[in-house]
């Protein structure tokens, strides 16, 4: 099995930029696509980035997804922040003998 | 349009076995590569996936819980049901049901909160 590590929590002005990094503990970052989800307290993950890049109906440019080889790291980073981006944010990807496994979900903070 | 609704008893037992039923609309289980998989978030922490079950039947399962879980389907009821036996205090959390494709959870149910408690 492998792991997805994030950061606990981030904080940014509103208007600036934040990334968020997962990085992956074994097996390369580019075999698997990842994804990312927007969960708003009391609600449900929402999709803000499938497929590593590909931003789902709806979802603002601001959101956009990367990936590093050299890191093992995927990055979700939201540009022009406002208040409404505040939400824990989690990675997920898979492997062949674990159908999903998610990082341990980054509290981002709009100050 | 897709949604998924989760229903089951929102308090049980140490030791009770819990069932879950997920209700679906707006796709099939019968279509080529699609999934349903159940994922449970404990109070304050992160999403933990438990379970798939794919449009062939294929079953898929936590491999720290895989024990305790079993997954199945109805199709023509557009259900998926999960269960999960020798419940603990510490599986006290919210509990969704997500179409899987491709491996992403691309719509989820709004979740149901089970308290194991005494």
């Known amino acids: 099995n492998f792991m997805l590590t994030q950061p606990h929590s981030v904080s940014e002005s509103p208007g600036k930029t934040v990334t968020i990094s997962c990085t992956r503990s074994?097996?390369?970052?580019?075999?698997?696509?990842v994804q990312w989800y927007q969960q708003r307290p009391g609600s449900a993950p929402t999709t803000v980035i499938y497929v590593d890049n590909q931003r789902p109906s709806g979802v603002p440019d601001r959101f956009s997804g990367s990936i590093d080889s050299s890191s093992n790291s995927a990055s979700l980073t939201i540009s022009g922040l406002t208040a409404e981006d505040e939400a824990d944010y989690y990675c997920?990807?898979?492997?062949?003998?674990?159908?999903?496994?998610f990082g341990g979900g980054t509290q981002l903070t709009v100050l | 349009q897709v949604t998924l609704r989760e229903s089951g008893p929102a308090l049980v037992k140490p030791t009770q076995t819990l069932t879950l039923t997920c209700t679906f609309s707006?796709?099939?289980?019968?279509?080529?590569?699609?999934?349903v998989s159940w994922i449970r978030q404990p109070p304050g922490k992160a999403l933990e996936w438990l379970a798939l079950?794919?449009?062939?039947?294929?079953?898929y399962y936590s491999t720290s819980l895989k024990t305790r879980l079993t997954i199945s389907k109805d199709t023509s009821k557009n259900q998926v049901v999960l269960t999960m036996t020798n419940m603990d205090p510490v599986d006290t959390a919210t509990y969704y049901c997500?179409?899987?494709?491709?491996?992403?959870?691309?719509?989820w149910g709004q979740g149901a909160l089970v308290t194991v408690s005494s």
């Open positions: 074994s097996g390369s970052i580019t075999d698997n696509y």
């Open positions: 707006g796709f099939s289980l019968t279509t080529s590569g699609m999934c």
């Open positions: 079950i794919d449009w062939d039947d294929e079953k």
């Open positions: 997500a179409r899987t494709w491709n491996r992403h959870f691309d719509y």
């Open positions: 997920q990807s898979y492997d062949s003998g674990n159908p999903a496994v």
